[in-house]
């Protein structure tokens, strides 16, 4: 099968940035429980009761340490529960953790809820219900006021497009003047489309922003009802299949803001879980990051099994896959040490900023919302070297 990731991510690093894709809620779940030993342990310790005194004190001596290692081995049981979006970036890893037991090596049950946008899965957080989630490039704004808490970098994306109907009067951003333009707020759509009429000299009251999701959109503009769609992958080529590649023009994308930019898919929670779950958010990453380094490894079955989940064919599944830069355990390890990761992150805050999608109190250090020290223990846990 096509296998690009290599050259891409060389690319990708080599200039400083990399690529992603988004995430409404609804749908999908999936549980995958674990559990404990520790009643096993302890009758084997129990057990050595029923020899003479000085072999039962023997015994107690030499079974202690064992079930101490054992009990250390084992966590408390707990319950979280994941918001996934329906790609490769965004399930894919997960969906490796549980199928090969790393949840269960960290006696964690999962429940999996789907969402396709960052904002509503972020209310869903502040709820209470969801604990840890996936988020798009677009919902990364969101991290600076202090509405979730950056964990880990899973990817970058460059698949954001703004298209327009090839044969109509737009054929350039400066011909988006007053014309309806879908978006889906608080996504990547929303940020490529500002950073397209900044970069353009135009300002974003010079469009009419519609505000749609992503499946609504991608209606709307096969119809006619609007005049351009600002989407990401799996939705562009989607639109090409079904229209014609010769029907579609790009007018503007993520690559035209290269090699300044750089557009992060992450794993975030709420500062509130983490502060009360710190050992869970770390056994979480554990199991996080053996599942992608399996998904990295092992990328067509894994593409697979997401399509299977997602109810939807290999092909399709697989073009999130070109337009992702994907990062092995060692390459996240470098990237953390050296500190590229935090300074992705004030990129991505910086560009939300010049685009006017961010206020300026909240231009904070990326040490604020970015708390890679868990990632570096669980990488630490599980001997990334």
């Not at 996934?84 to 999962?110: K, S």
């Not at 299949?241 to 750089?262: N, Q, R, Y």
């Amino acid at each position: 099968m096509k296998r690009q990731m290599a050259s891409i991510l060389a690319m990708g690093l080599a200039a400083g940035m990399a690529f992603g894709v988004t995430g409404c809620g609804s749908g999908k779940k999936a549980d995958a429980a674990a559990a404990g030993e520790g009643a096993a342990v302890k009758t084997e310790a129990q057990s050595a009761g029923t020899e003479t005194a000085a072999s039962s004190e023997e015994n107690r001596t030499e079974a202690a340490p064992s079930s101490a290692a054992e009990t250390a081995k084992k966590p408390e049981r707990a319950k979280i529960k994941i918001a996934f979006h329906p790609h490769i970036t965004g399930v894919g890893g997960i969906l490796n953790a549980i199928d090969n037991g790393y949840f269960e090596e960290e006696n964690l049950e999962v429940e999996l809820v789907q969402f396709t946008s960052g904002a509503t899965e972020l209310a869903a957080m502040a709820s209470g219900d969801i604990d840890i989630g996936y988020l798009g490039v677009g919902a990364h704004v969101f991290a600076p006021q202090g509405q979730c808490a950056i964990l880990a970098l899973d990817s970058t994306d460059l698949s954001g497009e703004i298209m327009v109907k090839a044969d109509g009067d737009i054929q350039s951003v400066a011909d988006l003047k007053g014309k309806n333009v879908a978006i889906s707020a608080g996504t990547t759509s929303e940020l490529v489309l500002s950073m397209a009429l900044k970069l353009n000299g135009m300002e974003k009251t010079d469009v009419n922003m519609i505000n749609m999701d992503a499946s609504g959109k991608v209606t709307a503009f096969m119809t006619g009802q609007i005049d351009a769609i600002s989407i990401e992958a799996p939705y562009t080529d989607q639109i090409r299949k079904e229209m014609g590649e010769e029907k579609v023009l790009t007018i503007s994308g993520s690559k035209d803001f290269l090699p300044d930019a750089v557009f992060t898919n992450s794993w975030v929670t709420t500062n509130k879980f983490l502060d009360k779950n710190e050992d869970v958010v770390v056994r979480f990453l554990k199991a996080w990051l053996k599942g992608t380094e399996d998904r990295y490894n092992n990328m067509e079955d894994t593409v697979q099994k997401v399509a299977d989940y997602i109810n939807t064919d290999y092909d399709t599944a697989y073009l999130v896959v070109e337009k992702t830069n994907w990062l092995n355990n060692k390459e996240m390890k470098e990237l953390a040490e050296d500190k590229t990761m935090l300074k992705w992150y004030d990129t991505m805050k910086t560009m939300f900023l010049d685009a006017g999608l961010l206020d300026a109190q909240y231009d904070v250090l990326p040490e604020e919302y970015v708390k890679l020290q868990y990632l570096e223990q669980a990488m630490q846990e599980i001997g990334v070297e």
